[in-house]
């Protein structure tokens, strides 16, 4: 787990910044990482599965702590490569109040699916917050994420940030339209040079 993440926001540079959550799978000890964040890494903030929080959150309503810590904004989830979140709208809908940071899994750098989690995340749901990019990301991945609605990377512990953080700088036209903005006109692009 990466102590610092890339974040990208949609109108402004990216940076470095700090890695608050931890990233939990959902095994083991029933919800041991919600009731005793990881404060050894510096994690007080946790992402539960998407399938975890759709079969327990409503079970697990009255458990205090949880509902703490949801209102002080520590739990997130992440979402599967293979979560079928349309199946899940209202689930999401009431998440958009809830959830300030939602990630979506890669869980081979070759599988796209979480890209098009992220765009419906964007173009279907509105969602506004902070949207991740976890698991098997690549340095090679981060424009396409970029582009589709990921303003978060957590790269795998083997990539460079430092090379990351270039990734953003290398293309100043862009010739498709994109979450973050419209593509660049090539008219204007020739009268400009």
Known sequence: MNKQIIRFPKDGQASLAVNEW?????EGDEGAPLQSPNQEHGFNKVLVPFHWWCSHYNADHKNTDIIERVKQGEIGVWFAADDDILKHAEIIEAGKILWPVVAAHFPI???????????LLRQRFY???EVRAIGDVLI???LQG???GFDAFELRPDQDLAIGL????LFSVTTQNSWRKKRTSLQRTLLEA
Not at 109 to 119: E, H, K, L, Q, Y
Not at 166 to 169: R, S, V
């Open 22 to 26: 931890q990233v939990w799978d959902g």
């Open 127 to 129: 969602w506004e917050n």
């Open 166 to 169: 270039q990734q953003f700088d």
């Open 109 to 119: 750098f070759r599988d796209g699916r979480s890209f098009s989690t992220v765009a």
């Open 140 to 142: 090679d991945q981060l």
């Open 146 to 148: 970029a582009r589709v």
